[in-house]
């Protein structure tokens, strides 16, 4: 069902764990439909200079945190803005087309964080999108 | 790596004996048991050689069994059957909250094409209430299709309680036992039914083959239509290498019923037990007495069931879960939602089943593994850490 | 005592390349294929494999192709399942008076349940009018569903004219090809064919599985309601071996149609001449060249359909009859009705339908035989008697 | 399908052929249906000296005009009269249920060429049954 790349982040998850003074915290997803991500960030001089996830959800979900983290570490905040639920599961390979779902959580709560982030440093309106 | 195959309920091995037989009837017999040369009389011989075997594990005549393409088939025939063969006479239909898809989708089917359909809810446990059941029954109920056993959770419904009241008010009883036949004891009249669900892949049998038990009298209509073949009710040349492996392995369920369903018990207990003893923050799903022998379902908090078995998995041991995830619909599980469980839990299930294919050192290995799966996905679960941090 | 197995298009014996691999894949794989696990991801892979194996004997995408317990399943997945998607749309379907009971009773039942169905006639080869279509459809019309080739009396109907016929018009068009796939070249498209009909035990492979191809697009809805299995469309767990052994006959069956083609012609030929030189008074049915390569079907005269089965079966000939008496309906065939025989010759037809078992010195053992078995027949028959003495 | 007795007296027909000063004729059956029998008889003193069919049908209407046959030659017409269909299938040692039908042409068959003696000679009324 997964190939060899998601299987190897579901297995070894990259950055799982909390950042206890995080920059930003964003959360995507609920119980209702079975997956929740939760991504923290530490913000130093406008890079993401460590991301973090925890996470509620089937192997594509941990995979996709795991695969989102690492390629947002170290990005800028503006490049890591442009970060898409696409580019992650690209990274991965591809998924199965019916848990594209699951990976979409990845990216969004990476920009929920920024977002987190922006609103309590006041850096701007509402990232859309 | 040592695999533990935990998904019985989902499908078995053949068994070996069936497997032999198969080859063997595959090699020789290739005959279309309609035709009338000695090709076709011999297929014949076999395939009512089958029904026989299988009439035997139900207490049934060779005569009321009609072979089917599976356990879905056969209950779609049973209801679509019944519905279209009485629907002058009533609209309305009994089933419960948590049968399987093959019944529930098909009432949902007539629902949607003008007949009435009550769904009945159970308890915590899975059980249908038989109060509940009587006070539905109208004057224009035609039909109760209630499952013998639930195949996630393993609770085994009041089918006698059940069978007496359908015949107290004239009404057609359906069961469908594709998870109970050659598991627990199965005799069409002492549960009286009139009509009862049965699948050769459940029982050591091969897949794409099953049967509908039909009480002498009951009139159906066919749902597919065609030839003559199975009275005209199931139409398209026989299956019969999978008839044939059907019925061996009908024959072989009923010889070693007690002695699997004692095996199985055992094993399910040490390991109900054993999960309990070492894993924090779990759910035991189902009755604690009246379930099947082979069936174990446990919720576990804070974790997801897909992440669950692909963890699972790598260790070499297959289960299946009721979560979104890991199901074709990405739907929860309809039977712990009716049971009342709540999101996290019905995503966090597994269920093991257990079966020909294992032993104690199974047990003993999945204890082993189990453990420390759950408390790895616990460790990065905002859900355990909120909740437990 | 020899023995010739004449009726090919009955059903098969297993090739013994599809017996091979069957017989491994059941030792090796149980899995299910809907289950997440190792066991149904081993599964999953060999049933995609055969999806492959069977869309390139049609020249379709593997996504194009539902596999159903047979090709009379497949006949009403594709009619039902158009019908009661498009009856907002229209409802007028177009069929032949000369279809296998699948399409034909399928149709009647939606007949009976509201549909309006054209059963367009046939000449006396068999051959359906392009014209009489033409002018059969309405605006109300949704399917056209005509045989590719008929399994009766062989005649290849003109499926590309019917194709472009409904595509000029925006009707479906669905084509049985169970006697076609496998025999004489078909291709989705260059048949233009919205639905096509497979089954696997006419081309050497298991019995109990067939497909329904799908063109991209098409919307059906399901026959027989359940899981998720075959996009919804087919739900019940997979005939995982069945479906192995159809994959593997279908490649066989492309990979050997040129050859096979012209072998069984040429014994159709042989066989056909020879039964005109050495018996009188027979009435050779069906097209003389668009014809199906293995199919031989003649009346003789006077005599009844059964008695020669029983005698030819007596030297080791299996083959078929459309007399009342052989069918299991007791009713004489519709196809030779259909072009017009009189009832005497419909009872007094035989059909032999070659394949893989068949060389020449079968055909020069029928030859043998035949003429003394219906001469013998004769010698009784009061029809003979009162006709020719 | 069928038993033994049956295919012995398919394969062996007893007392096929035509009898040409036949005392009565009868025949049951027709082309539609695909079953034909008629049966000649030859009485002499109330006895059926000579039993003859010609048929054209399926296994169990020949296997049946010979049982038939066999049974009634040799009886008195009166006992000929009484016997039926199911003493054919009988004899037999019984018939597929669906094949039933074929089998009830002997007698009948049989009781018309009686008719048709009685008629000839004016010995009674018509047979019924
Ligand atoms: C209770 C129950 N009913 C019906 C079915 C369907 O049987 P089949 O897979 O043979 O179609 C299953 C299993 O899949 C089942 O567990
Ligand atoms: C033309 C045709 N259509 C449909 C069928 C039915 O296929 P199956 O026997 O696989 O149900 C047959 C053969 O039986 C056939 O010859």
């Known amino acids: 069902m997964y190939n060899e790349i998601v299987m190897d982040h579901f297995q070894n998850p990259r950055n799982v764990g909390e950042i206890a003074d995080a920059s930003g915290v964003g959360e995507i997803g609920n119980v209702v439909c079975g997956d929740i991500l939760r991504v923290y960030i530490k913000v130093k001089d406008e890079i993401l200079d460590d991301v973090k996830y925890m996470t509620f959800g089937c192997g594509a979900a941990v995979a996709s945190g795991s695969m989102m983290t690492t390629l947002a570490k170290g990005k800028t905040v503006e490049e890591a803005k442009k970060l898409t639920n696409k580019d992650v599961a690209k990274a991965l390979g591809g998924l199965p087309p019916q848990k594209l779902h699951c990976s979409n959580l990845a990216a969004d709560a990476l920009h929920k964080a920024i977002e987190d982030w922006m609103n309590k440093t006041g850096k701007g309106d509402k990232l859309d999108g | 790596m040592r695999k533990v195959y935990l998904d019985h309920a989902g499908t078995t091995l053949l068994h070996p004996e069936v497997y032999s037989l198969m080859c063997e009837f595959m090699k020789n017999t290739f005959g279309n048991p309609s035709s009338i040369h000695s090709f076709g009389r011999e297929a014949k011989k076999w395939v009512d050689e089958a029904r026989q075997q299988v009439a035997d594990l139900i207490g049934s005549k060779a005569g009321e069994i009609i072979f089917t393409s599976g356990g879905t088939e056969a209950d779609n025939l049973a209801i679509i059957g019944v519905a279209a063969a009485r629907h002058k006479k009533g609209n309305h239909i009994i089933t419960s909250s948590i049968e399987h898809p093959a019944v529930l989708n098909t009432c949902k089917h007539l629902a949607k094409i003008g007949f009435e359909v009550t769904f009945l809810p159970v308890d915590r ?139 199985t018990r055992q094993l399910r207990d040490k390991l109900i037990q054993g999960i309990k003893e070492r894993i924090p923050d779990v759910k035991y799903n189902g009755h604690p007495e009246l379930r099947l022998p082979h069936n174990v379902n446990f919720s576990f908090s804070y974790v997801e069931g897909e992440s669950m078995l692909l963890s699972l998995d790598m260790k070499g041991i297959a289960a299946s879960s009721g979560s979104a995830c890991s199901s074709s619909t990405l739907k929860p599980s309809h039977v712990l939602t009716a049971i009342g469980l709540p999101y996290e839990l019905i995503h966090g299930s597994l269920r093991m089943t257990l079966g020909m294919m294992n032993d104690a050192v199974d047990i003993d290995y999945v204890l082993e593994v189990l453990p420390g799966v759950v408390s790895k996905l616990r460790s990065f679960s905002p859900l355990a850490n909120k909740l437990t941090v």
């Open chain 2, 125 to 263: 446990y899975g059980l249908v209430d038989p109060e509940e059941l009587y006070k539905a029954i109208r004057p224009e109920t035609i039909l109760i299709s209630i499952m013998h056993a639930n195949n996630e959770i393993g609770t085994i419904e009041p089918a006698e309680e059940i069978g007496r009241i359908a015949k107290e008010h004239g009404v057609l009883f359906h069961t469908d036992a594709v998870q109970t036949a050659g598991k627990i004891p199965v005799n069409v009249n002492t549960l009286g039914v009139d009509l009862l669900t049965l699948s050769s892949h459940k029982i050591y049998g091969p897949k794409g083959v099953g049967a509908i038990y039909k009480r002498k009298g009951v009139r159906l209509q066919p749902v597919v239509h065609g030839g003559g073949q199975e009275k005209t009710l199931r139409p398209g040349t026989e299956n019969t290498m999978g008839i044939v492996g059907f019925g061996k392995a009908a024959e072989i369920a009923a010889r070693e019923l007690d002695s699997e369903f004692n095996r």
